[in-house]
């Protein structure tokens, strides 16, 4: 298919929120077993703002992560997170997503250490699809969203910028 055949088939997109998380502790390194190198962090709070929604990101979710090494010693990793997010209004939000990284080799090792300032995101790629679940009726409209975003890591987590796809 050429590029052409796309015609008026675009994406568009618009913020929806943005979610900082908070995440405490050590990540639980598993090691390098027979298929992967999996890593697991626990969420422990944090909040999201936008538009239509804000609140706060409750404890207990948490990020099952998953690297291996690309032929230019790139970090390539993948991740499933959930977490439950409660609106200012009381609504309950489940909200589950996967992900990709790609942090270069040079900025590895900051990237990696929870001691060091920000490390300036335009080194590395974190990507995200979220996928939004509630039974609140204020927010059902979440239930159809398709989402994407892009992450950003702090001293104290991760920032993710998420985007409704219309």
């Given at each position: 298919m050429s590029q052409s055949e796309f015609g008026s088939r675009s994406l568009k997109s618009e913020p929806l929120c943005v979610a900082a998380f908070e995440v405490a502790g050590e990540i639980m390194a598993m090691g390098?077993?027979?298929?992967?190198?999996?890593?697991?962090?626990?969420?422990?709070?944090?909040?999201?703002?936008?538009?239509?929604?804000?609140?706060?990101?409750?404890?207990g979710g948490g990020n099952w992560s998953e690297s291996g090494e690309g032929p230019d010693g790139a970090a390539i990793g993948a991740f499933d997170a959930r977490s439950v997010w409660k609106t200012d209004d009381g609504a309950l939000i489940y909200?589950?997503?996967?992900?990709?990284?790609?942090i270069p080799p040079d900025v590895g090792a900051a990237f990696r250490d929870p001691a060091q300032p920000d490390v300036d995101p335009s080194r590395y790629l974190i990507r995200i699809a979220p996928v939004f679940e509630t039974a609140d009726p204020r927010y059902l409209w979440l239930n159809a969203v398709m989402s994407i975003g892009c992450g950003e890591r702090t001293t104290t987590g991760i920032n993710h910028f998420i985007y409704a796809i219309t």
């Open positions: 390098q077993s027979p298929w992967r190198n999996r890593r697991i962090g626990y969420i422990t709070g944090g909040r999201f703002e936008g538009a239509r929604l804000k609140g706060d990101i409750l404890p909200v589950t997503y996967s992900g990709r990284t790609l």
